[in-house]
């Protein structure tokens, strides 16, 4: 159904002449609202929620990808959920609805979703606190984790301090001077010792 008006054409022929009348119909104008999109991050998906359009024969789910709108998904239900995302990319989606029959492919309603951000691969030290002649250290817990161990630089190479399940971790007695240390996580059975430099936190006892 479209706003504004509808000329309906008649034609007859008889006796050789053809007789032609219009009569023009006034359609109300179709008020549309595309429904409201919120969405919930979640690991590697989104899941959208949107309001109910009256009326409603069903809604698709779309996505602006390359230049162009494509469909995703199609239902009559007020939710979907978008799988298989890359961490922490940002996606614009959008909901259409079908009234009457037709298709409203406003896509006034579309939203930025991204995912949750992707997990550390390795601990990231969140702070280093230091008092006296002991500092602590504490770090985000990497998924999958079975155990930390922390680490010193000495005399060019990188020597095992402590192991631990925790993610934190205290040394007493620490003699002045600046030391460079990094946490690692053994996942798998394996201990990850990937940019220990780059990753390296200085601590320094005055």
Request: positive net charge; proline residues 2%; hydrophobic residues 35%.
């Amino acid at each position: 159904m479209a706003e504004g008006k509808t000329v309906y054409l008649a034609t007859v022929k008889f006796g050789g002449k053809t007789y032609t009348n219009t009569r023009t119909v006034a359609i109300d104008k179709l008020t549309y609202t595309a429904p409201t999109v919120t969405f919930e991050k979640g690991e590697n998906a989104v899941k959208l929620n949107w309001t109910k359009i009256d009326g409603a024969e069903s809604y698709t789910v779309v996505t602006y990808l390359n230049g162009s709108w494509t469909k995703l998904a199609e239902g009559n239900t007020d939710t979907y959920t978008i799988k298989n995302l890359t961490a922490g990319k940002q996606y614009k989606v959008a909901v259409i609805t079908k009234l009457n029959g037709q298709w409203f492919t406003d896509v006034s309603n579309a939203i930025i979703v991204t995912p949750n951000a992707a997990a550390p691969k390795y601990p990231v030290v969140k702070s280093v606190d230091v008092e006296g002649n002991a500092f602590r250290l504490t770090w985000d817990a990497v998924k999958g984790a079975e155990k930390y161990c922390i680490a010193y630089y000495s005399a060019g190479k990188w020597k095992l301090l402590a192991q631990t399940t925790e993610t934190t971790f205290t040394k007493t007695k620490v003699p002045a001077g600046s030391y460079k240390v990094v946490v690692g996580a053994k996942i798998n059975g394996e201990w990850d010792i990937s940019n220990l430099n780059s990753r390296a936190v200085t601590v320094t006892i005055k």
